[in-house]
């Protein structure tokens, strides 16, 4: 059984979050089919808040919804993952700046404590856990650069950023795991730096070495 079944509660959120949760996990591959049927006995509730939970899921780009061929988990092609990248530089630039305006000690202990457990988990080969603290500290920079309609904006973009951590992630391989986690580190050294556009360089480096991995990962597109 894949998913687990579920209580109380909303049950198109919380089947939408028990899908999505599948999905960044790994369980469902890119491009697998997502048979409501199949997901609502799985999960011990009717067909109604399955197809409620795709259409949300399918709004925030996790999956791919065509007509008389159902949904299946969305995969990323080189001209979406070269959009979301380069809008990813565009607003973490702006979030580096603000932060390094308002980080203080505790909260750079916070991070870097944050990142030393990344280092931890990747040591013991836990990607998974990586790919979580990985989202959290991307998350955390955007709590810190405390702007409102920035995060609202971002609400809207979180699912995939979420997908693309997750398939930068994937494509490392375990030796390199580490190496990965440590480069959060240099990003928080960066944004310390004196140097004001220290922290913009290194964050428009730092997403594009993971758009190089995911881009080699790519199935060659058809002409």
Known sequence: MTLNPLSVGSLADQVAASIRDAIHDGRYAPG??????ALAAELGVSHIP????????????????TPRRGSRVA???ARELDELSTLRVVLEQFVISRVRQRLTAQTERELRA???????EARAGNFRHVFDLD???HERL???ADHQMLNELVTQLRSRIGAFLRAATAALPPDRLEQHAATHDALLDAILDE???AGRTEIARHIEVA???IRASLPEEQP
Request: charged residues 40%; negative net charge; without cysteine.
């Open 142 to 144: 955007w709590e810190l």
């Open 75 to 77: 995969t990323l092609t």
């Open 135 to 137: 989202q959290h500290f």
């Open 50 to 65: 399955v197809r409620e939970a795709l259409s949300r899921l399918a709004e925030e780009g996790l999956i791919e919804r």
């Open 32 to 37: 697998a089919r997502l048979v409501e049927r």
């Open 195 to 197: 140097d004001p556009e």
């Open 114 to 120: 944050m990142v030393q457990e990344m280092r931890r």
């Open 211 to 213: 758009v190089q991995r």
